[in-house]
């Protein structure tokens, strides 16, 4: 994901973060709701967004497949295959414990509460916390070679060092729990002891996995460390894509159909399928590497967090071409496009507080 202490009592905190709210006031783009004024436009920017991701689902997997990047992959030095994987796993534990956790935590212990709050990714969704834990999830699939967390032969969980494997197991499964033990809402908990732990056992997840599994990797044979890579990309990524394909052109008929007969019941159903389309991208974050990264795709489909008013000015314009950059675009350009469209832009057209908006 692209992301431009003393803790206090539970309950001063609760009554903080209630206080911090975002002022409500007229105008304000985080207030805008789903009208019959604006309801057309309102569908038609849902039905723009999730073309996008579904188009850029799409794209992600011919580029593993179609185009050949597993292969490309496969090609490099094993021991390079296998560290470009641990890599990803620690850069992930890293970012969630740092900066998805961590940011919003910082900024509300150094009194920024209302930019501790935004800082919250799936906040319009409430799904920080599972959002969270998928990642590590990513993890657990990565290391055990498998979507469901068996162990699979081909996997670093099968073949490192029966005492390592049991410590980055144990701590995979720590950070999985510390994140769900957060208080729900997390926008809510920010500062809570929960959040510290859920930092802490990322950081320790972390260091496992750069420290203690990379060296025990480094004790494989070079046959073993290439059946990791192949398991990795046959057994991991390459259903993952494929999901992520498969849920995002679901989603985007879900809206499709809100969009052609609106109600309160076609907005749940697109909301369902948001969460659904949501787990396998959150499930793919051990591995950004490769093309998502080397096409924009990452911060195409989920950058956080968004630029709001010009959400809303594309709402009132609708000028869909701010959705869409080039490769002559420059940063700021590519950059402000990626921030209104994506899995969040299409959250905040669908959620508030946590629930499906309704027709008003």
């Not at 834990?133 to 162990?151: E, F, K, M, P, T």
């Not at 969980?157 to 999985?176: H, Q, R, T, W």
């Not at 659904?276 to 959150?282: D, V």
Request: some cysteine; proline content about 4%; overall charge negative.
């Amino acid at each position: 994901m692209k992301i431009h202490h003393i803790l206090l009592a539970g309950a001063v905190m609760l009554s903080a973060c209630n206080e911090s709210e975002p002022e409500k006031k007229a105008g304000n783009s985080a207030d805008i709701d789903y009208t019959a004024d604006n309801a057309a436009a309102w569908g038609n920017y849902m039905s723009q967004v999730s073309a996008l991701l579904r188009n850029d689902a799409a794209t992600l997997y011919d580029a593993w497949t179609a185009d050949g990047y597993s292969e490309q992959f496969m090609s490099l030095a094993p021991m390079d295959c296998v560290e470009q994987m641990i890599d990803g796993c620690a850069d992930i534990a890293n970012e969630v414990g740092t900066a998805k956790i961590g940011d919003p935590f910082n900024l509300y212990m150094s009194g920024d509460t209302k930019r501790a709050l935004y800082a919250v990714e799936s906040w319009y969704s409430w799904h920080s916390r599972e959002d969270y834990a998928n990642n590590i999830l990513s993890i657990r699939n990565s290391y055990c070679g498998s979507l469901d967390g068996s162990v699979a032969p081909a996997s670093l969980s099968a073949l490192v060092d029966p005492e390592v494997n049991a410590d980055v197991l144990a701590a995979i499964k720590a950070a999985e729990h510390a994140i769900l033990a957060i208080p729900q809402p997390f926008r809510s908990n920010i500062n809570s002891s929960e959040t510290r732990a859920a930092m802490t056992a990322c950081a320790d997840l972390e260091e496992i996995l750069s420290g203690e599994l990379k060296s025990a990797a480094r004790k494989l044979t070079e046959s073993e460390l290439r059946a990791v890579a192949r398991n990795f990309v046959d057994e991991v990524v390459l259903p993952t894509y494929s999901e992520l394909k498969t849920r995002n052109a679901a989603l985007h008929q879900s809206v499709v159909d809100f969009k052609n007969t609106p109600s309160d019941k076609a907005f749940a159903d697109a909301c369902t399928a948001w969460l659904e389309a949501r787990e396998p991208w959150e499930k793919s974050e051990a591995f950004l590497f490769g093309p998502v990264d080397a096409l924009g795709l990452d911060p195409n489909m989920d950058s956080w967090p968004l630029d709001q008013d010009a959400i809303v000015q594309i709402l009132t314009s609708g000028n869909y071409d701010d959705l869409n950059w080039t490769d002559g675009d420059d940063d700021d350009r590519i950059e402000a496009v990626q921030s209104v469209r994506g899995f969040h832009t299409l959250e905040f057209l669908l959620f508030k507080d946590g629930k499906a908006r309704t027709i008003k």
